[in-house]
């Protein structure tokens, strides 16, 4: 019986040694996605102020979209263009938590204040077969 019971328990034990994880999540981040992502940031960083002003103007009205979503625009494009500059200097380093992951607070963990991994498109986007409502 006690055979029996340790032939189970190892056979349980290494039933679960055959599972393997094919790609890591982190196989996407390499050095040359840390360069385009670099550049994509610096390149179209600015469309993060009208995108934050039709954002405001729905959540706060027209007074605040074009007060604080000016603001909050424009610093979140500095920040972006920032963060781009950054990574195109250090695109060959794993500079963040030893990988080439982006710095920045992700939009999934802080849907307000975070970013998205890259800056967002405004009108038609590429990666929908339609376009979306706009707001303007």
């Given at each position: 019986?006690?055979?029996?019971?340790?032939?189970?328990?190892?056979?349980?034990?290494?039933?679960?040694?055959?599972?393997?994880?094919?790609?890591?999540?982190?196989?996407?981040?390499?050095?040359?996605?840390?360069?385009g992502?670099?550049?994509?940031?610096?390149?179209?960083?600015?469309?993060?102020?009208?995108?934050?002003?039709?954002?405001?103007?729905?959540h706060?009205g027209?007074?605040?979209?074009?007060?604080?979503?000016?603001?909050?625009?424009?610093?979140?494009?500095?920040?972006?263009?920032?963060?781009?500059i950054?990574?195109?200097?250090?695109?060959?380093?794993?500079?963040?938590?030893?990988?080439?992951?982006?710095?920045y607070?992700?939009?999934?963990?802080?849907?307000?204040?975070g970013?998205?991994?890259?800056?967002?498109?405004?009108?038609?986007?590429?990666?929908?077969?339609?376009?979306?409502?706009?707001?303007?």
């Amino acid at each position: 019986m006690k055979k029996l019971l340790l032939t189970l328990l190892a056979v349980g034990v290494t039933g679960t040694g055959f599972a393997d994880i094919q790609a890591p999540p982190n196989s996407q981040q390499t050095a040359i996605h840390k360069l385009g992502r670099g550049i994509s940031n610096v390149l179209y960083g600015l469309s993060e102020l009208p995108v934050r002003m039709i954002q405001v103007n729905e959540h706060s009205g027209n007074n605040a979209g074009f007060g604080a979503g000016v603001v909050e625009g424009a610093t979140r494009s500095v920040v972006r263009v920032g963060y781009g500059i950054l990574e195109i200097a250090t695109f060959p380093v794993k500079t963040y938590k030893r990988s080439y992951r982006a710095r920045y607070q992700n939009i999934e963990y802080d849907p307000y204040n975070g970013y998205a991994e890259f800056a967002p498109e405004i009108g038609w986007q590429s990666k929908f077969r339609y376009g979306r409502k706009q707001n303007f």
